[in-house]
């Protein structure tokens, strides 16, 4: 898959999800994120730091996720992201409009009938 505009967007468009699935294991901060997105992908889905944060800011706002900051050395902080339960359903609820979606693609490409 390649790194044109379509395909970049296409993957940040799944990014919430990603995240809010990867926090209901452990709390995890953006770089290791994007480090898990792409070993669990097995290097299929990568993601760039700067296309990560403002999907974690928008979970922020909207309540669905909560940030701890943890001082790491004399000047760097490191802010971990942990799953609100409505975090939770929210996933649910993509999930199940991932999963919508995906099967009228499948109608619509005829993978599937």
Do not use: H, P
């Given at each position: 898959m390649g790194n044109d505009p379509q395909s970049i967007n296409f993957r940040r468009g799944l990014l919430p999800i990603i995240i809010l699935q990867?926090?209901?294991?452990?709390?995890?901060?953006g770089y290791q994120l994007v480090q898990e997105t792409g070993r669990r992908s097995r290097g299929r889905i990568i993601t760039q730091e700067g296309s990560l944060y403002p999907v974690l800011y928008r979970l922020?706002?909207?309540g669905y996720?909560?940030?701890r900051k943890v001082p790491r050395g004399e000047?760097?902080?490191r802010v971990y992201y942990h799953l609100e339960e409505s975090g939770r359903e929210?996933?649910?609820k993509l999930i199940e409009e991932y999963d919508f979606i995906s099967?009228?693609?499948?109608?619509?490409i005829g993978r599937e009938e």
């Open positions: 990867l926090l209901q294991e452990k709390d995890m901060y922020v706002a909207g996720l909560s940030e000047k760097m902080i929210y996933l649910e099967q009228g693609m499948r109608y619509i």
